[in-house]
């Protein structure tokens, strides 16, 4: 089987399961710990909001440009803004009950579609895209040189990446991946960005900017152990946080110390 059948094979399973939604105990755990405990404290502490206000500042002015929102399921929380302010817009996601579901919202949106369909297939032949906007999406690529390939050969020549993902650089979280890995449902398209796979994408595209989240603030479930109110607690966290946002931007040590990683970045001329 060639490399990139196998790929297509593994992106398969991950479309069954996405569609099924079907989870082995492990992976509840980690997906209630991710989006339950993790999800409120980053909105506690604002995180969620700075992201959102920082793509939006990093899309720019979007009426001359194409955009592809790579595996955004039924759309995440720039999807709509996406397509309603772009000269073009194509949606794409593994799952067709996503994408259903997300169509049927583009349905009174000029130049605005979505699809089912696989980013590493040949079946997907548009290109030239000013920006593809991938929302959690680059860390299920385990192959990040075939991806680093098909991002630079769907991008037009000054076309923009907005990420957001997952890092395993932070010693404390690597173990506790490593533990947890060997029972997870989804670990063959899970792979949190390494140090390695964050400078093979910094050799190939301009990180134009970054910012770390969850390094220092990660620590916030030991604040709760101290005698202080409530709105103290988030005051410190807070103040992690903004160390850990604005660090992250010039510090790789600091940006390694984080949980995940949100990047802006060029193809290169």
Not at 221 to 248: A, G, Y
Request: glycine content about 4%; proline content about 3%; aromatic content about 14%.
């Amino acid at each position: 089987m060639k490399k990139e059948d196998n790929f297509l094979e593994i992106n398969q399973r991950q479309k069954a399961f996405y569609d099924k939604k079907k989870k082995n105990f492990a992976t509840k755990i980690w997906f209630s710990l991710r989006n339950g405990i993790l999800q409120k404290v980053r909105k506690s502490i604002g995180v969620e909001k700075q992201i959102h206000l920082l793509h939006l500042e990093w899309c720019g002015d979007l009426s001359n440009k194409k955009v592809l929102d790579l595996g955004c399921y039924e759309g995440n929380s720039l999807s709509i803004y996406l397509a309603q302010n772009s000269k073009e817009y194509i949606a794409i996601d593994l799952s067709e009950k996503g994408i259903s579901h997300l169509r049927n919202r583009l349905k009174n949106i000029e130049n605005a579609d979505a699809f089912a369909t696989d980013f590493l297939s040949e079946e997907f032949t548009e290109k030239d895209f000013d920006l593809i906007y991938a929302y959690g999406v680059l860390h299920h690529f385990k192959d990040v040189e075939m991806l680093i390939n098909r991002l630079k050969e769907k991008l037009n020549a000054n076309g923009t990446i907005i990420s957001n993902d997952p890092l395993e650089t932070s010693l404390p979280i690597k173990l506790i991946r490593t533990i947890y890995r060997p029972f997870q449902s989804d670990k063959d398209w899970e792979w949190p960005f390494s140090k390695k796979v964050y400078y093979q994408f910094e050799s190939a595209f301009r990180i134009k900017d970054r910012r770390g989240m969850l390094g220092k603030a990660k620590w916030f479930f030991i604040v709760n152990f101290l005698p202080f109110p409530p709105e103290k607690k988030t005051e410190i966290v807070q103040k992690w946080h903004w160390e850990d946002w604005e660090k992250s931007r010039v510090s790789d040590s600091h940006m390694f110390r984080c949980m995940h990683l949100t990047m802006l970045m060029q193809k290169k001329d």
